[in-house]
């Protein structure tokens, strides 16, 4: 069994880890924003001229193996109608709920100046018109605005970041129920604005905490610099004042905010030009000091302008752009993965010039980048998968991909019947009941202890006179001391019969 090298690309996507597409798109388009699919496609937001002179949003739909999917919308492409893009310097931002819905929200032209959007899709990329009026909720909000982030909280109300002018440039929230209405237990009829320093200058990320807190991660002007900061906002849309000082608490020394992300315990995964930090969210707010050096890792010169992936083992991917398309693997620990490419650097193949970048993870660690490249219209879309890395634990009805952290082989008996003569006999499965459900249940690795010779995966006492019938299901996966890029011994399979 062979271990893939860390840092290198997924050889089930597209062939090579890397593919680049071309869309049916008539003029210009951006990549903004990306959502994962249960079966690892991917949904792609971009911004694109529909041929009539008109920006507006557009997604596209992308199968596991890195090809467009033509059956969605037309020929892979969903144009959402009745927005107006057109010169506005903003990108739209995109959810993927848990019921296969999407989430879109952005700012265009309305009718009082400009006009915050938010609209639900159905899976197939149609409008719910069950949401909102119609489909949309609108707020009419003045000029210098974008959105930033969309996400769900614990109570499953929707929560959209982004900047607009207030007093000056602030940061934007706004909460809707999950129907689409505006809640008006948050701020002002359901949006509130607040500014750390003289004011703000933008808005990277944000993160909703499992108590409702919402961070998020921005800078703003203060005399000749633009310090970095994260923001702590209470469920009702005020400064939570016990978080940092009044509710936003500073980047020591560091500019460039890019992008948050929340890890397995909460923690805030912060990245920034060049660094990747770690904060602690517990008021008052501390930067994590087993994380790098004192909560900062500051990663090579020629990775910037960062988006962050947290992994399962809450390692780190760190995905930036210096001309060409690069990332980084951080250890739960903050250090580089040594064994990560090239000096723990990974350049995408083919991806010069890259613009624009959104980056998504699926359950099991994979990483995935998505950019656009070149000067010419119609742009490829470029997209690069990195492979599965080790995890640490598993539960049950997991995959096999998922787990084995003792051993690199799993199995399990269903479907178990023994010969007619014998009537009720059964089999006793080391990985318990559901070893002997029906196919479309889950089924439960069987792993190998410390302390065997080999993994049992199920046993019968009752005599056969008749054949009996079985279902093997297994996998395998690299354990933690084995090298990467190295090979271990084939595994051999046994019946014993007494």
């Known amino acids: 069994m062979y271990r893939t090298p860390n840092g290198t690309f997924d050889p089930n996507f ?79 931002r995109l959810l993927r709920l848990t019921s296969g819905q999407l989430i879109v929200a952005g700012v265009a032209d309305g009718n009082a100046g400009a006009e915050l959007w938010i609209r639900r899709l159905n899976a197939d990329g149609s409008v719910d018109t069950a949401f909102g009026t119609g489909g949309t909720t609108t707020f009419d909000i003045d000029t210098f605005a974008m959105v930033n982030t969309i996400d769900v909280d614990p109570s499953g109300r929707i929560v959209v970041t982004g900047r607009s002018w207030k007093s000056g440039p602030e940061t ?41 807190r919402i961070f998020t991660l921005g800078d703003y002007t203060a005399g000749a610099g633009r310090p970095a900061y994260v923001a702590a906002t209470l469920p009702n849309g005020a400064l939570d004042p016990a978080f940092g000082t009044g509710g936003c608490l500073a980047v020591p020394g560091i500019a460039g905010p890019s992008s948050l992300e929340a890890d397995s315990q909460g923690r805030l995964i ?35 302008g960062l988006r962050v992936a947290v992994q399962p083992d809450d390692g780190v991917i760190a995905f930036g752009q210096y001309y060409f398309t690069y990332s980084v693997r951080l250890r739960p620990n903050g250090t580089p993965d040594p064994g990560f490419g090239t000096a723990g650097v990974s350049q995408v193949p083919g991806s010069p010039d890259s613009q624009g970048l959104a980056v998504v993870t699926a359950s099991d660690g994979r990483a995935t980048a998505i950019y656009v490249y070149g000067n010419s219209p119609n742009r490829p879309i470029g997209m690069a998968r990195l492979a599965t890395t080790a995890v640490t634990s598993y539960g049950p009805g997991q995959t096999w991909t998922t787990g084995g952290a003792s051993g690199v082989f799993a199995a399990c008996l269903r479907n178990a019947t023994l010969g007619a003569s014998t009537g009720a006999g059964t089999w006793v499965s080391r990985g318990g009941p559901a070893c002997t459900a029906a196919d479309a249940d889950p089924w439960m690795p069987v792993v190998a202890g410390p302390g065997d010779a080999g993994a049992l995966v199920a046993r019968t006492s009752v005599s056969q006179t008749e054949g009996a019938r079985v279902d093997l299901q297994f996998g395998f996966r690299a354990s933690a001391t084995q090298l990467p890029g190295s090979y271990v011994a084939p595994v051999t399979f046994d019946v014993i019969a007494p």
Do not use: E
């Open 14 to 92: 597209d062939g090579d880890g890397v593919a680049s597409v071309t869309t049916t798109v008539p003029g210009n388009q951006s990549v903004v924003d990306a959502a994962v699919l249960p079966d690892d496609g991917m949904l792609v937001l971009g911004v694109g001229d529909d041929g009539s002179g008109t920006v507006k949003p557009m997604i596209t739909r992308m199968t596991p193996s890195g090809a467009i999917d033509t059956s969605y919308g037309t020929s892979g492409t969903a144009w959402l109608s009745g927005v107006d893009l057109t010169g506005f310097m903003t990108s739209p």
């Open 172 to 212: 934007m929230l706004v909460r809707l129920t999950a129907g689409g209405t505006k809640d008006v237990a948050f701020g002002v009829n359901g949006i509130t604005w607040f500014h750390c320093g003289d004011f703000q200058h933008g808005i990277a990320g944000a993160v909703i905490g499992s108590d409702g």
């Open 270 to 304: 912060v990245g920034l030009s060049d660094t990747v930090a770690r904060l602690i969210p517990t008021n008052p707010g501390s930067w994590d000091a087993s994380f790098g050096v004192g909560g900062f890792t500051t990663l090579p010169s020629n990775v910037g």
